[in-house]
């Protein structure tokens, strides 16, 4: 069963509880959401490169040209 550390500030004491089965979907869920934000993350980027691959091509140009001209 996973488990959560509570530390008491004042003491130092530390207790080691088991997570409730309404913790545990909480994560399960938080992770579920976090792999879907990161996949959309990642097809945001991989458009935005596509889309700047094709403005390179139509202008004519490579990624290090564009790159001296920001430069």
């Known amino acids: 069963m996973p488990t959560k550390l509570i530390i008491n ?3 130092g004491e530390q207790t080691e509880v088991e997570l409730t089965a309404e ?3 909480q994560r399960e869920a938080d992770a579920k959401a976090y792999e879907a934000e990161k996949k959309a993350q990642e097809v ?3 458009s935005k490169a596509k889309a700047k691959e094709a403005l390179l091509d139509k202008l004519g140009i490579t990624a290090e040209e564009a790159e001296l ?3």
């Open 9 to 11: 500030c004042e003491t």
């Open 23 to 25: 913790e545990i979907a």
């Open 44 to 46: 945001i980027a991989a």
């Open 69 to 71: 001209l920001l430069s």
